[in-house]
């Protein structure tokens, strides 16, 4: 019941429509009618498990577990935000984007993956430092070989108007201006100026573009317009094999092994509740049939 209300809630937050001024639709308006209704629900579960398990103060408690912590959180600030239409405390209404992460303290199997996520932090961090270098050092390459090439067009010779938005070269191999037009600057550049090589900072995103194989095709016949397609390939090349290929894909490979690991120790503690459950309940039966032989024989003595 519990899950099938958040997966509501999830789609009541997904169907509002905000509006410039605070005004709201009427579909809006009908929407925020059922949230009493929601908090309602999500109270009653928080004060349910409080009952059952104890508030804080002990082990094993609703307090001490962190899904419960969010969850409780999560109920706070909605009640918070529900009463906040007087206090002015409506701005934690923006906290209700929490509760589809309710569903994860609901489904054992994410929180297996999100955990998994969590403890694969510090070697992605490793890794992110790992990959950020050789993003430095191919934007470092580009600056040399690219620096200034990708502003010049083909522009017309009388109205020096760009008739084609492509880099262009004077010399061959790079691509030369048709005639009636000539090779000149100043174009802004591919994608409104962003994918250049004019200093670190903007290398440094282009090469990232093209790590994650968005428009480095692109990037390339850019290059070969302005200088030719000779050696150009010389260096795109090995930026998609190592950056894209074998960089990212660490990434993959952490949070592979991370999850594998997580969901070992996960089933290895299933293992051991298991087996500590059957071996306390064959501990009660033995202590069980011990008390009837006990109580079997006094019988007997009795009378005799």
């Given at each position: 019941m519990i899950l099938a209300t958040i997966i509501a809630n999830c789609i009541v937050l997904a169907l509002e429509q905000h509006l410039p001024d605070g005004d709201k639709t009427p579909m809006s308006e009908r929407l925020d009618d059922t949230e009493p209704y929601f908090i309602g629900i999500f109270c009653f579960e928080a004060g349910i498990k409080i009952?059952?398990?104890?508030?804080?103060?002990?082990?094993?408690?609703?307090?001490?577990?962190?899904?419960?912590?969010?969850?409780?959180?999560?109920?706070?600030?909605?009640?918070?935000?529900?009463?906040?239409?007087?206090?002015?405390?409506?701005?934690?209404?923006?906290?209700?984007?929490?509760?589809?992460?309710?569903?994860?303290?609901g489904?054992?199997?994410?929180?297996?993956?999100?955990?998994?996520?969590?403890?694969?932090?510090?070697?992605?961090?490793?890794?992110?430092?790992?990959?950020?270098?050789a993003i430095l050092i191919f934007a470092i390459i580009g600056l040399e070989f690219y620096l200034g090439k990708f502003h010049t067009a083909c522009k017309d010779i009388h109205t020096d108007e760009i008739m084609q938005e492509a880099p262009c070269g004077k010399e061959s191999p790079s691509r030369l201006c048709p005639n009636g037009t000539e090779c000149k600057e100043y174009w802004q550049g591919p994608n409104y100026g962003i994918t250049q090589f004019d200093n670190i900072l903007f290398a440094v995103l282009t090469v990232f573009q093209c790590i994650t194989m968005e428009g480095w095709t692109n990037l390339l016949y850019y290059s070969n317009d302005a200088s030719g397609s000779a050696w150009n390939w010389l260096y795109f090349i090995p930026l998609i094999i190592i950056g894209s290929f074998f960089m990212l894909n660490l990434v993959l490979g952490v949070l592979s092994g991370e999850f594998a690991k997580e969901r070992e120790r996960v089933e290895n503690r299933r293992a051991f509740l298991k087996l500590r459950r059957q071996q306390q309940i064959e501990r009660e039966l033995n202590g069980y049939m011990e008390w009837i032989s006990k109580a079997g024989k006094s019988y007997g003595l009795s009378n005799m």
């Open positions: 009952i059952a398990l104890g508030f804080a103060f002990h082990k094993g408690s609703y307090l001490r577990n962190g899904w419960n912590v969010m969850d409780f959180v999560v109920v706070l600030t909605g009640i918070l935000s529900t009463v906040g239409t007087e206090f002015d405390l409506r701005t934690l209404r923006a906290v209700r984007v929490l509760r589809p992460l309710k569903l994860v303290s489904i054992p199997s994410l929180q297996v993956v999100l955990k998994s996520i969590m403890k694969a932090m510090i070697p992605l961090l490793q890794i992110g430092l790992l990959l950020f270098f």
